[in-house]
């Protein structure tokens, strides 16, 4: 019993149905995070007294990161570019660099809690930390829920293309379109909470 | 006219000759697909079938059980709740075993114990039970067959969706035993209060991450579904309301849990990590400076919570309204009155549903402006509502009315609705909820929706849709008996709480609001709601009973067995698990509510969706038929 | 799948790095003109606005969003309007309130 739309896209929507399913979570998604920018807008509004944030956190190494992410951001789209070209060997090696960025990106974002934690600076200290520590923190997770897919799709997911190239081709796209809207994320996400 | 000898073939009259031609064709049919498909069928263990289903029908039968189980469990909370209510201070009979010293010495119920029980009443119900049943069950397992599609866009995630429902009910459930009890804040679970509170409240939050990826991932698959699904010649136009009313539902779901979610995160980073989202500078508990940072904001959580919350009442509602249109439709033997307008309205109500939060924040010091504003929208909103209700009501003028059980709570359901949406009118006005907000004013509207309201109308459909799981159909005496008595105490539960609360007793009063003096007129009423409320559990029985019976003993049915339109009744009855839904994806050719539309005789007074346009070569009509196989 | 010649695809690869140095270049300004320490609303207003030219270049190239289909957009903008709602609400509330 077949699925229709898995691969080829439905006539009058134009999208196959991976396609609409992960612009919808995205959606969800900005929802999520908007609901964070929320309370940050709230409490600070609120607040008698808060601190710049090159004041209190390392802006050289969220920069790093955010150079790492944006590079991601491309060598994803490049892997997939390969696959419609079908040169499953330069895809394999973008997604690899991709693969290798988050990572990159998690051990920086490791260094920047230690030191402050090394320092006494916790989640608990005051209520920019509750603010920097949560929204850094679960921008992470999806940092690496992402890196668990793109390990699955250069491992044990990627027998799939030699049998159904359009529909591994497909997975890489809505994986890129999520790994783009973490990097979308963390563009926000930087200034607003170092920068500022 | 020749007097040829017809031979009925469930609903199609067909000459002899005709018939075993069909009869031959269905056999035929099903010996190809058992050998194309009958590998696969035996390399599917029972686990894979029946625990990690990924046929949206038996996940659909899942949450149902699930659900239901825990609607029951959710009650019984609720009628221990009633002894405290009815009896203040006295030992309750038979249960003070179960529920120990440490919430009921001597069998009085503590005011923790009353709390924690209100507490997962109320989560239980909205969460565990009424979402679950609504989408979770009667979603999955109709809109696919409504839409004439084989399963859900992405049926591992279906799968998945529910298991992380039920991990979330577990955990919920786990939280009785943790060592001050489960979550005592409300199901609101408003700071500073929450976050001070026992462990069980921990569980409450880690719960019910749980339950809102599951309905995240759930509303993802509704949407994909309905939207790239549908079969051909289906426009959105010619969806059933139902279909609609779900699809509106997940977007609902989709836009609005996130917030909650979050919010749950931050605290639950309150609680265990020590941060201060939600505790405000200063704070003081039991005469002793809480040791947190502060400088948060309790009204955060509010705010947060609510955005989540409100749109989720219609959630609980939107279902149901098309459950009650797709059965009202179906008894009236008539198409509903204004179709479009009812789905205009929904539309409208799902966009208006998030810019009214803050109806639920009056009291918390907001200023004239925002205020206003929310007044405003909260306003507008009810128009939506009655343009759907309206032409539910209108739907019955010139009907040609079956009283069968499905229809009974359906017709019960619209002035039920009825008292609930009105009774919401001066909660939604600043000056008359200053009077009524938090008090059993309060309770009593959102019960009326949501027991005699939406409850009622998943009874209509689990009695509508029943013959179409099993091929049985359930009893009709116990069911009437079910519904009389149901219609009866449910409303003698709920009709005082209005006066209850218009004479000032507060909610969330663990002995009821004895300390009122000027209330106690209406606090008497408490012992005939109590009554009412145990008996309409023994009102119960015979639907459970029936429901379980007439799996065996329940009157044999074919696969259309109420004559209905719509495509699920297409398929076979019971469709089978793994296959597919239908022998041929059904083509669509008109509207949902083709009852006695042109072409339509007294004999067969509806056109299927996807029956051929009727021709009369000797004046009969040949509708579709599931197995057998059209001409092309 | 799209039926895209090896062309087509050649041609936005250059895109996407273009894309890409004007990414890079950004975050050089952005980071450079918070040293400048600017006060309250300029540097809010300065640093949301380059961030959302990178969010437009991210969302419309990289994402394709400038080539999509109307349901996606319209998605979008529905859950836009309700993040601006969610942005505002709660903010407002505690701006205008009663007794401050």
Redesign the interface.
């Known amino acids: 019993m077949e699925i229709p739309y898995t691969i080829q896209a439905r006539p009058d929507t134009g999208l196959y149905n991976g396609k609409l399913g992960i612009w919808l979570f995205l959606a969800s998604e900005v929802m999520l995070f908007g609901a964070l920018f929320s309370s940050l807008i709230l409490l600070r509004t609120g607040a008698e007294t808060w601190p710049a944030g090159w004041e209190r956190l390392n802006v050289p190494l969220a920069t790093l990161n955010t150079f790492i992410l944006i590079g991601s951001s491309v060598t994803v789209i490049l892997s997939w570019a390969s696959l419609r070209l079908g040169d499953f060997r330069k895809a394999k090696i973008y997604l690899g660099i991709t693969l290798l960025c988050g990572l990159g990106f998690m051990v920086i974002k490791a260094i920047e809690y230690g030191t402050k934690f090394s320092h006494h600076y916790y989640p608990s200290t005051d209520t920019f930390y509750s603010v920097y520590y949560m929204m850094t923190g679960l921008h992470g997770l999806h940092v690496l829920g992402g890196m668990v897919v793109f390990a699955y799709l250069l491992g044990p997911g990627a027998k799939m293309w030699e049998k159904e190239p359009g529909r591994y081709t497909n997975r890489v796209e809505v994986t890129g379109l999520y790994w783009h809207f973490v990097d979308l994320v963390w563009i926000f996400l930087f200034p607003i909470l170092y920068l500022l | 006219m020749t007097s040829r000898r017809q031979i009925r073939v469930g609903k199609s009259w067909m000459s002899p000759s005709e018939a075993e031609k069909a009869l031959r064709e269905a056999i035929r049919v099903q010996k190809e697909e058992e050998r194309q498909?009958g590998d696969d069928h035996h390399h599917q263990g029972f686990v894979r079938t029946y625990i990690f289903s990924t046929d949206h029908k038996w996940i659909g039968i899942q949450y149902a059980i699930t659900a239901l189980l825990f609607l029951l469990f959710g009650f019984g909370l609720m009628l221990i709740m009633r002894w405290q209510l009815a009896f203040p201070g006295q030992p309750i009979p038979f249960l003070a075993g179960l529920l120990g010293d440490a919430r009921a010495p001597g069998g009085i119920l503590l005011p923790e114990a009353y709390n924690e029980l209100g507490a997962m009443h109320g989560t239980i119900m909205v969460f565990l039970a009424i979402v679950p049943l609504a989408v979770g069950a009667f979603g999955n397992y109709v809109v696919p067959l409504q839409i004439g599609a084989?399963?859900m866009?992405?049926?591992k995630l279906n799968m998945m969706s529910y298991w992380v429902y039920a991990v979330g009910g577990v955990i919920m459930l786990m939280s009785f035993f943790a060592p001050a009890g489960a979550a005592q804040s409300g199901w609101t679970s408003y700071p500073p209060l929450s976050v001070i509170a026992g462990a069980g409240q921990t569980w409450w939050l880690v719960g019910m991450i749980f339950l809102i990826t599951s309905s995240?991932l759930g509303?993802?698959?509704f949407?994909?579904t309905i939207?790239?699904?549908r079969a051909p010649g289906l426009t959105f136009m010619k969806l059933p309301f139902f279909v609609w009313a779900q699809f509106i539902t997940s977007f609902l779901l989709?836009?609005?849990?996130?917030?909650l979610?979050?919010?749950g995160?931050?605290q639950l980073?309150d609680r265990v990590?020590?941060?201060?989202?939600f505790l405000p500078t200063g704070l003081v508990v039991g005469g002793e400076i809480v040791q947190?940072?502060?400088?948060?904001?309790p009204?955060?959580w509010q705010?947060?919570f609510w955005?989540l919350a409100h749109p989720e009442v219609y959630v609980l509602i939107l279902p149901a309204l098309g459950i009650v249109a797709e059965v009202i439709a179906n008894n009236t033997r008539k198409p509903l009155w204004g179709y479009r307008a009812m789905v205009y309205a929904t539309i409208f109500l799902g966009?208006m549903s998030?810019?009214v939060?803050?109806h639920h924040?009056f009291l918390?010091?907001?200023?004239?402006?925002?205020s206003a504003f929310f007044q405003t929208t909260t306003m507008i909103i009810s128009i939506p509502s009655v343009v759907i209700l309206t032409s539910l009501f209108l739907s019955l003028w010139g009907s040609s009315m079956r009283f069968n059980t499905p229809m009974l709570f359906a017709l019960a359901f619209l002035p039920m609705f009825g008292i609930g949406g009105l009774t919401g009118l001066p909660l939604g006005l600043a000056a008359a909820d200053i009077h009524l907000h938090d008090t059993y004013y309060v309770i009593g509207h959102f019960h009326y929706v949501v027991a005699p309201g939406t409850i009622f109308a998943m009874m209509a459909g689990i009695y509508y849709w029943y013959p179409k799981v099993t091929g049985r159909k359930m009893n009709e005496k116990l069911g009437k008996l079910h519904f009389w008595l149901s219609l009866v105490f449910i409303n003698v539960i709920f009709a005082p709480m209005f006066i209850q609360g218009l004479a000032g007793i507060s909610r969330r009063l663990y002995d009821g609001g004895e300390q009122y003096a000027h209330a106690h007129p209406a606090l008497k009423m408490n012992i005939p709601m109590s009554y009412a409320a145990w008996l309409l559990l023994l009102a119960q029985l015979p639907f459970i009973f029936n429901f379980f019976a007439s799996i065996k003993w329940g009157e044999k049915v074919g696969s259309n067995p109420w004559s209905a339109t719509t495509l699920e009744w297409a398929a076979t009855t019971s469709p089978p698990l793994?296959?597919?839904n239908f022998v041929e994806i059904p083509v669509v050719h008109r509207g949902p509510y083709e009852y006695n539309a042109p072409g339509t005789t007294d004999e067969m007074d509806f056109l299927a969706q996807n029956a051929e346009d009727p021709v009369a070569p000797d004046g009969g009509f040949f509708p579709q038929h599931a197995v057998a196989k059209q001409e092309a | 799948m799209s039926g895209h010649s090896v062309e087509e695809i050649k041609r936005e690869t250059r895109v996407y790095l273009t894309v890409f140095a004007a990414l890079a270049a950004l975050t050089v300004i952005t980071v450079a003109v918070s040293y400048l320490h600017l006060s309250g609303w300029v540097a809010i207003a300065l640093a949301l606005a380059i961030a959302s030219v990178k969010g437009f270049l991210v969302a419309g190239f990289f994402m394709h969003l400038l080539s999509e289909k109307k349901l996606v957009i319209a998605v979008l903008v529905l859950t836009v309007v309700f993040l601006l709602v969610l942005l505002w609400g709660p903010w407002h509330s505690a701006y205008d309130s009663i007794g401050g």
């Open positions: 498909h084989p399963d866009a992405f049926p995240l509303s993802v698959n949407l994909v939207i790239q699904l989709l836009l609005a849990f996130p917030p979610e979050a919010a995160v931050m980073m990590l020590g941060t201060s989202f947190a940072a502060g400088g948060g904001s009204l955060l705010h947060l955005f966009f998030f810019v939060w803050a924040m918390t010091g907001m200023g004239t402006t925002i793994g296959h597919g």
